[in-house]
Structures are given as C-alpha cells and as structure tokens.
C-alpha cells in the first residue's frame, strides 16, 4: 500500500520556525515531483510548494516565497518543508501530496493525512 | 497571479448528472486537475489531463476543459458523492487551486 505520513507540526510562536517531513512507504518517490498543500480551518486547498523528481524544478506560492523552502532525500524517501517566519495566516492542516509524473504538470495522485501547523502566541 | 473561479455550492437530485465549473483565463490552454474531498478526510484526485480518470475512479466521473472553462460531471450522482470538489491546474510551475465546490446530493 502506498502511504505518505507527514510529521514535524505542532504549536509555534509568530516569527519562529519548523520543519516538516514527509515519509513514503509503499513506492520509490525519485520518479516524482511531490508537493505540500495546506488548508486553513474551514477553508478551502492551497498549493504551497512543489519540488521536480530530481529537485531541478522548484515552486513556491506567493504567499510563501522566501520564507519556506522545499527539499527532498531520495535516499531516505523523504520530503521537507522548512519554514521560516511563521505567521498567524500560516496556521494550516498541511498535505504531502505525490504528483503523478516527475515535473509537476499532472495532477497529485496520493496525499498523507496532514500534519497541523498553529501558529499563536 | 492566476486565479480559478468554482462556484460556491451546486445541488443535485439522486441519479441525476451534477455539473462543476471551474473559470479561469485560457484555462484551456492549460491541463485542469479535480479534487473531491470529504469532511475529515484528504483530497481524492479524481480528473487528471483535463479527461483522465485514475484507476479506481468510477465512470460516472468525467471532465472536460476548453476555452476558459474546465467542467466535472459526475453522472447519475449518488450519495457518496456528496463532498468538497475543487479545480487545479498549473501556471508558470505555481500550483492554483480555485476555492472549492460544495456539492450536495438532496
């Protein structure tokens, strides 16, 4: 069975940092991009950041841009997000979601069940 | 930034065919992804390349995108597929989601 499980959430101050992992289990991520999507409490999906299968390719959305970076091991099977100068409107259930091909065009085909960000004084 | 525009809830009687647009500038120049979602859970891809079904997606789902405007039409609508459908697709590497469709099946 293919399985992505997210890790690293939890409740930080404004400004501080975390960094959030994604194992798979089930499938070799190396043949695919892979993305981190957010949802604010009863709101809708956000795309935050999607990496190539080789890293070659990187996206962030706007609202992230020089504040999250996005990374991967292959050898570990494994993605990352770190984030930096969290804030209020980052408070988020945040997805690992696998893209179908190795550049992200296609669509994300397998998500893990979220790891919750909150940020708060 | 490119924007996708979903209207906020659409209703559909049991056996009936529901329709789900999703707006955005050329979006047929680009490929439409759909998304449904249910309360508690993680999205489930269930479009792909404007038309494609992953396996294990029932026939009753299907999409199309031209012009401005990508569609998902789900046909003969049954209970299960009351949920949160969203639109994606891809501008410039960035990834767009629109803002949801809740799709209630009365």
């Known amino acids: 069975e293919v399985q992505l499980v997210e890790s690293g959430g939890g409740l930080v101050q404004p400004g501080r940092s975390l960094r959030l992992s994604c194992a798979a289990s089930g499938i070799t991520l190396d043949d695919y991009a892979m993305h981190w999507v957010r949802q604010a409490p009863g709101k809708g999906l956000e795309w935050v950041s999607g990496i190539s299968w080789n890293s070659g390719n990187i996206g962030y959305a706007d609202s992230v841009k020089g504040r999250f970076t996005i990374s991967r091991d292959n050898a570990k099977n494994s993605l990352y997000l770190q984030m930096d100068s969290l804030r209020a409107d980052d408070t988020a259930l945040y997805y690992c979601?696998?893209?179908?091909?190795?550049?992200?065009?296609?669509?994300?085909?397998?998500w893990g069940q979220g790891t919750t960000v909150t940020i708060s004084s | 930034s490119y924007e996708l525009t979903q209207p906020p809830s659409v209703s559909v009687s049991p056996g009936q065919t529901a329709s789900i647009t999703c707006s955005g500038d050329k979006l047929g120049d680009k490929y439409a992804s759909w998304y449904q979602q249910k309360p508690g859970q993680s999205p489930v891809l269930v479009i792909y390349?404007?038309?494609k079904r992953p396996s294990g997606i029932p026939e009753r789902f299907s999409g199309s995108n031209s012009g401005n405007t990508a569609t998902l039409t789900i046909s003969g609508t049954q209970a299960m597929d009351e949920a949160d459908y969203y639109c994606q697709t891809w501008d410039s590497s960035t990834g767009v989601f629109g803002g949801g469709t809740k799709l209630t099946v009365l």
């Open positions: 979601a696998k893209d179908l091909s190795g550049t992200y065009s296609y669509g994300m085909d397998v």
């Open positions: 390349q404007d038309t």
